[in-house]
């Protein structure tokens, strides 16, 4: 019931009450009232505006509908699109959003692939990283032990 709401295009999809007693049961079967808030409001492009979030915790990761994984402590560049949607209802309790120290105009967004990356805190602070900048990769393998 709940994945219904997701597959339609709705976030944030919440079972905020579930009866305790059944209200009715058929043949063994408990039927209970239960409340859903889900939010609509996610359609549009993934345009990269410099915008990160970080994930505070308690849990080592949490993973969206989307597939966007936010490991905790770790700032995570997003879309403007999702930064928008995790800086509100029902989510900005649980995140904490890093919008760009200088706005990047609309017309020099880019496209952003949404493959969850780690985003330097000097591109969102001035919006480039330095020119001798290269991504150094873990090498460890998740579990391991380096």
């Given amino acids: 019931f709940l994945e219904a709401f997701a597959d339609a295009g709705f976030y944030g999809v919440e079972l ?7 209200w009715h049961v058929v043949e063994g079967i408990e039927f209970r009232a239960v409340t859903v808030v889900a939010y609509k409001g996610k359609e549009g492009a993934c345009m990269d505006g410099n915008h990160a979030v970080i994930y505070p915790g308690p849990w080592k990761q949490v993973e969206d509908d989307d597939g966007h994984v936010f490991r905790r402590g770790k700032r995570e560049a ?25 706005e990047v105009a609309r017309e020099d967004r880019q496209p952003m ?32 032990c380096c």
Wanted: glycine residues 4%.
């Fill in 113 to 144: 692939n949404c493959d969850q990356h780690e985003r330097d805190p000097r591109q969102t602070k001035n919006g480039k990283l330095p020119d001798d900048y290269t991504v150094v990769q873990d090498c460890c393998e998740p579990g391991s």
């Fill in 16 to 22: 905020v009450k579930r009866d305790a007693k059944p």
């Fill in 78 to 102: 997003v879309c403007e699109k999702t930064y928008h949607i995790l800086t509100k209802a029902p989510y900005r309790e649980q995140i904490v959003g890093l919008p760009p120290y200088q």
